[in-house]
C-alpha cells in the first residue's frame, strides 16, 4: 500500500501533541522512543474510563504508568518489563528507593568511575539497578542495547554530565517511593504474562501499549533494543478476544493498519518529532472511537457503535 493512501485512510487526532516542557518528568530513565507527547491522550482515556488499574506490558522508562498514578488518574499500575537491565532498576527503585537514592545522588561521574561502571559486574539488584540508570543516562538517547555509545558533546558541551543530574534524580526516585504502595512491577515476557493477567482484571484494567518494536518497515528495534521481537498479529488478536480497554501507539505503517482494519478498532494519526528532530507519523488505537475531530466517544463506547459509525 502506497505510503500516502494508508495515511490519508486514518483521521489526524484532535488532541493536540504536548510541548515536552509542559509535561513533569516522572520516570529517571531517559528511553528511546519516549511518550511524553502522548500524555494529553493518555490523560483524556483514563478520564473517560472506569478503570481503576492501569496495566502498562512494555514498560521500558514507565512515563506513562508513573503520570497515571502521581495525578491520581488510576489507583494503581502494573508494569511489565523483560529486558533484565531495565527490571534491575525497577525492581531497585520500588523495593530499595533509598539506598538507590544516596548511591545517586553522591555519585560523581568521571569518564573514569563510569568506565568501571560499564564494565561491572553487579553483585546486588540495586548495583544493578544504579548500572542500568548511569549508562541509560550517559549514553545517545538514553539507549542500552549492548553496543550503544556514550555521549561525547552532549548538551551545550557538557559532554557526559549532560544528562546526569544527581537532585533532580535523586527527586524523581523519591517520587516514585512514595508511590510505590500503588506499583506493581513484574519481570518477564508481557506476551506470556498479559493473558492470565487480562482474564484476571477484567474489564477494571486500563492496558497502554507501547511496543518497542516496528510492525513492518523499518527494523530499528534491532539498535535501540535488547528485545526487539514481538508478534503484533497475535497481540492484536488478544487484545480483541479479551475487549480489554486499551490504548495503543505504534509507528504508522500499512501493517498496522491492516491490523487495526482487521479488528474493527479506531486509530488516529499524530504528527511528532523525533528525537533528530525528524517529522514521524504515529498511530493512536482505541477499542472505539475516542480522539477523532467531531466525536465525543467514551473508551466505554461498544463494539457495534464502530461498526454503525464505519457504515453510516
Not at 491522550?41 to 503520570?67: K, N
Not at 520500588?94 to 560499564?118: C, K, Q
Not at 480522539?291 to 467514551?298: D, H, I, R, S, V
Request: hydrophobic letters at 40%.
Amino acid at each position: 500500500m502506497p505510503r500516502d493512501t494508508f495515511l490519508n485512510a486514518i483521521p489526524a487526532s484532535r488532541v493536540p501533541v504536548a510541548n515536552p516542557a509542559s509535561i513533569p518528568a516522572r520516570s529517571p530513565l531517559r528511553y528511546p522512543g519516549g511518550k511524553t507527547w502522548l500524555i494529553p491522550h493518555v490523560r483524556q482515556w483514563l478520564a473517560e474510563t472506569a478503570s481503576s488499574t492501569l496495566v502498562e506490558p512494555f514498560a521500558g522508562g514507565a512515563g506513562v504508568s508513573l503520570t497515571a498514578v502521581m495525578e491520581n488518574l488510576v489507583k494503581n499500575c502494573i508494569m511489565i518489563e523483560i529486558d533484565r537491565d531495565v527490571a534491575a532498576f525497577w525492581h531497585s527503585a520500588l523495593g530499595n528507593g533509598a539506598v538507590l537514592r544516596h548511591i545517586v545522588y553522591w555519585f560523581d561521574l568521571t569518564p573514569e568511575r563510569l568506565s568501571a561502571v560499564a564494565e561491572s559486574s553487579p553483585k546486588t539488584l540495586t548495583e544493578h539497578g544504579f548500572r542500568t540508570l548511569v549508562l541509560n543516562r550517559t549514553r545517545y538517547g538514553g539507549n542500552l542495547a549492548r553496543r550503544a555509545s556514550f555521549m561525547r558533546n552532549g548538551e551545550n558541551g557538557n559532554g557526559l554530565a549532560s544528562r546526569w543530574y544527581p537532585k533532580t534524580l535523586s527527586k524523581r526516585l523519591a517520587n516514585i517511593e512514595a508511590h510505590s504502595d500503588r506499583i506493581v512491577f513484574m519481570e518477564g515476557n508481557a506476551m506470556e504474562i498479559l493473558p492470565d493477567l487480562l482474564r484476571e482484571l477484567g474489564r477494571d484494567a486500563a492496558v497502554f501499549l507501547d511496543p518497542p518494536y516496528v510492525c513492518g518497515g523499518k527494523r530499528a528495534g534491532h539498535r535501540l533494543y535488547n528485545h526487539s521481537e514481538i508478534d503484533h498479529a497475535t497481540l492484536f488478536a488478544l487484545l480483541d478476544e479479551t475487549g480489554c480497554n486499551f490504548l495503543m501507539t505504534l509507528e504508522a505503517s500499512p501493517e498496522a493498519v491492516e491490523l487495526v482494519t482487521d479488528h474493527g478498532f479506531a486509530a488516529v494519526r499524530v504528527k511528532m518529532k523525533t528525537g533528530h528532530h525528524e517529522s514521524a507519523q504515529e498511530l493512536v488505537i482505541t477499542p472505539s472511537p475516542l480522539f477523532e475531530a467531531g466525536l465525543g466517544g467514551t473508551a466505554a463506547s461498544t463494539r457495534e457503535d464502530r461498526c454503525r459509525f464505519e457504515h453510516s
